[in-house]
């Protein structure tokens, strides 16, 4: 189906996975909306249609690469009944979210500084990224109660561990993260590190693969 076959909501979600494929193979400053247009066959008119502009869009990428990890994070992560297997999905989530997000972000970080992300953009991602929050404290939560995780405040241990995971897998300011050669590897250490850390005395841990 062409491009100006599809409905309203299809045509926005075909501009924003033809932007996420040339904002992630090229320097964001080096792509324009023509070329945008021109990758997806339509006229750049119809791009602004649905995005002010291109710093808008790019905000729009994150916030929903965000929306589909919180969505993610409560299928396989609030609702698993097993904690330390909702922690592991978590660490997965997010470490392949920054894997794939990381020139995404970088751009978005990068344009921010710059003060051109308007704050109804700045503030539906902030939004996103404290129910991302809630939802590990949630989880965390849980594991206190069950005697598995040590007693601290919850809040404050899914705000930290958002940081850790973060900084441990996002390289802001690069146009490219770099790949480790074993990535199951490096997520299997980074689980076996992080959920190591925040166990109650005593509780053995299995396997974290």
């Known amino acids: 189906m062409t491009f100006h076959a599809r409905g309203k909501e299809f045509k926005r979600q075909m501009i924003e996975e033809g932007a996420y494929q040339l904002f992630s193979s ?5 792509v324009t909306v ?13 791009i602004y249609r649905y ?13 929903s690469g965000l929306s589909q990890l919180c969505d993610d994070m409560k299928t396989d992560c609030v609702n698993n009944p097993d904690v330390m297997e909702a922690m592991k999905r978590y660490l997965s989530l997010q470490y392949h979210f920054f894997l794939a997000y990381n020139t995404i972000l970088s751009s978005w970080s990068r344009r921010r500084l710059e003060m051109a992300i308007k704050p109804e953009w700045y503030d539906e991602i902030q939004t996103l990224l404290n129910l991302k929050v809630k939802m590990l404290a949630g989880i965390l939560d849980r594991g206190i109660e ?48 992080f959920i190591k850390g925040i166990m109650s005395e005593g509780v053995k841990m299995e396997n974290p693969g």
């Open 26 to 30: 090229r320097t964001y400053e080096s």
């Open 34 to 46: 023509e070329d945008l247009a021109r990758h997806l066959g339509c006229g750049k008119g119809t």
């Open 146 to 193: 069950e005697g598995i995780i040590m007693k601290v405040n919850s809040g404050q241990l899914a705000s930290l561990l958002e940081s850790l995971v973060r900084d441990a897998t996002f390289f802001p300011f690069s146009e490219s993260r770099p790949r480790n050669q074993d990535e199951d590897g490096m997520l299997d250490l980074m689980t076996a590190i």
């Open 51 to 63: 995005f002010e502009n291109k710093d808008h869009l790019l905000s729009k990428l994150v916030a």
